[in-house]
């Protein structure tokens, strides 16, 4: 069993950067695929980045390509999603998620869940 913490959410203004973590107990995430989501207010959740457990593939959803990048972080055991130039349409709450031994990450297909943190960009 996998247990998922995100860390780092907190209030910025539009135009900032903020950079949430992922940290995980249970096992190492070495070989998970990990996925960054977020669920806005009154929307459903939907994937924003994704780092493949054995490649070094990451994809992006096209509202954040060249903005957000998702990142191993070996050093501090953790995947981290630093988000630059924030808009307002970012607020949501993010969540990680991981899947095992996986080049891609499908929400359905996600195993584990963190509780997920907010970011809200003001404007």
């Known amino acids: 069993q996998v247990q998922l913490v995100e860390s780092g959410g907190g209030l910025v203004q539009a135009g900032g950067s903020r950079r949430l973590s992922c940290s995980g107990s249970?096992?190492?995430?070495?070989?998970?695929?990990i996925g960054w989501f977020r669920q806005a207010p009154g929307k459903e959740r939907e994937a924003v980045a994704c780092?493949?457990?054995?490649?070094?593939?990451?994809d992006y959803a096209d509202s954040v390509e060249g903005r957000f990048t998702i990142s191993r972080e070996y050093a501090k055991k953790t995947i981290d999603l630093q988000m630059d130039s924030l808009k307002p349409e970012d607020t949501a709450v993010y969540y990680c998620?991981?899947?095992?031994?996986?080049?891609?990450?499908?929400?359905?297909?996600?195993?584990?869940w963190g509780n997920g943190t907010l970011v809200t960009v003001s404007s």
């Open positions: 998620a991981a899947v095992w031994y996986q080049d891609n990450c499908p929400q359905e297909d996600m195993q584990f």
């Open positions: 249970g096992a190492p995430l070495d070989y998970y695929a």
């Open positions: 780092a493949s457990s054995h490649t070094h593939r990451a």
